[in-house]
């Protein structure tokens, strides 16, 4: 049950664009995404609640289709601060505060 | 503005050792929860309380319990450790329950 993400990891370039995906196999109600640097806690960057709706917080957005059971984070414009990995944990339609998170995919941003 | 405080920072502990995380905010949120982190494994949950006075099991309860203090605490114990209870262990709280949580900076414990 634990959402798949892709890619497991990314390099880009300073300016670059990247997408990571999540996936689940189940109905969701509600998508996290979550970005941890090495050696520190995760960080909350936005949450998306059934409905489709797509969301924003700087040059990171997100979307989530929730017929698909999938979410995709889009970082435009990449700055060497979004190095680190980044997890989703999804929320199903019966215990949406019981997370269940993917195994992570790690970005570098180089100069 | 300390946000979520876990003590201790690291730990080593024999296998069969008992042990208390501690997990305290200060942001007045209501629900509180106990992730743990391995390798290539993502966050799983241990347990989690939707509020002051309850607390109810995640994907890993087993070899763990839970005590929430009060609305601030909330406390992991290992009543026998083992080597596979070796992880880093995470405390977050959020204001509703799972609803943009914020994390500790984590414990990272070694079972031997």
């Known amino acids: 049950q634990q959402p798949v993400q892709s890619p497991q990891a990314v390099i880009l370039r300073e300016g670059e664009d990247a997408v990571i995906n999540c996936s689940s196999s189940k109905a969701l109600y509600s998508v996290h995404w979550y970005r941890q640097k090495h050696g520190e806690a995760p960080v909350f960057l936005m949450i998306?609640?059934?409905?489709?709706e797509q969301k924003g917080h700087e040059k990171i957005s997100a979307s989530f289709n929730e017929k698909k059971q999938q979410s995709s984070l889009y970082l435009t414009a990449s700055q060497l601060s979004y190095s680190g990995t980044y997890f989703c944990?999804?929320?199903?339609?019966?215990?949406?505060?019981?997370?269940?998170f993917g195994s992570g995919t790690r970005l570098l941003v180089r100069p | 503005n300390a946000g979520v405080t876990q003590t201790p920072k690291f730990q080593v502990l024999k296998t069969g050792q008992s042990m208390t995380l501690q997990c305290a905010q200060d942001m007045n949120h209501n629900s509180m929860y106990w992730y743990r982190q391995d390798p290539g494994m993502g966050l799983r949950l241990i347990y989690y309380s939707a509020s002051e006075g309850t607390t109810d099991k995640g994907e890993v309860p087993n070899g763990y319990n839970v005590s929430r203090l009060n609305k601030r605490e909330f406390s992991l114990r290992l009543e026998s450790a083992a080597p596979s209870q070796t992880s880093v262990y995470f405390c977050?709280?959020?204001?509703?329950?799972?609803?943009?949580?914020?994390f500790g900076s984590g414990t990272r414990l070694t079972v031997v």
């Open positions: 944990g999804t929320g199903g339609m019966d215990s949406s505060y019981k997370l269940i």
């Open positions: 998306l609640l059934k409905g489709g």
């Open positions: 977050a709280s959020s204001e509703v329950l799972g609803y943009g949580y914020t």
